[in-house]
C-alpha cells in the first residue's frame, strides 16, 4: 500500500514557476512507475507527466512538454515537478498517483492557481 502527499501549490503570476512534491509512505514506491496529473474546474483529470520507477525514462503531456520536468528520489520517497512558464491554462489542482493511476491513492492534490 502507498499513500501519496502532494505539496508546494500556491498562486502565482504567468511566467512564473513552481515546484510541486510528492511525498510517498510504503516500502514498494520505489517499484511504481510514477505520474502527476490535474484536473481543472469543469474538466477530467489529465495526464501531466510521469516517470519511470528507476528514473530512467519520462513521458509528457502535450501541454506541458518543454515546460515541465518531473523527477523522483526513491532514497526520499519523493516525486517531483517542476513548472516553469507557466500559464493561466495550467491552473488546476495537481495529483501524484501511479501510472497507471490507482483509484485508491488518490490524495487530496495540491492547488496551483495562476493569474493573467
Known amino acids: 500500500q502507498v499513500q501519496l502527499v502532494e505539496s508546494g501549490g500556491g498562486l502565482v503570476q504567468a511566467g512564473a514557476s513552481l515546484r510541486l512534491s510528492c511525498a510517498g509512505s510504503g516500502r514498494t514506491f520505489g517499484s511504481h512507475d510514477m505520474g502527476w496529473y490535474r484536473q481543472a474546474p469543469g474538466k477530467e483529470r489529465e495526464f501531466v507527466a510521469a516517470i519511470s520507477w528507476d528514473g530512467s525514462s519520462e513521458l509528457y503531456g502535450d501541454s506541458v512538454r518543454d515546460r515541465f520536468t518531473i523527477s523522483r528520489d526513491n532514497a526520499e520517497n519523493t516525486v517531483s515537478l517542476q513548472m516553469n512558464s507557466l500559464t493561466p491554462e495550467d491552473t488546476a489542482i495537481y495529483y501524484c498517483?501511479?501510472?497507471?493511476?490507482?483509484?485508491?491513492?488518490w490524495g487530496q492534490g495540491t492547488q496551483v492557481t495562476v493569474s493573467s
Open positions: 498517483n501511479t501510472r497507471p493511476p490507482r483509484y485508491d491513492y
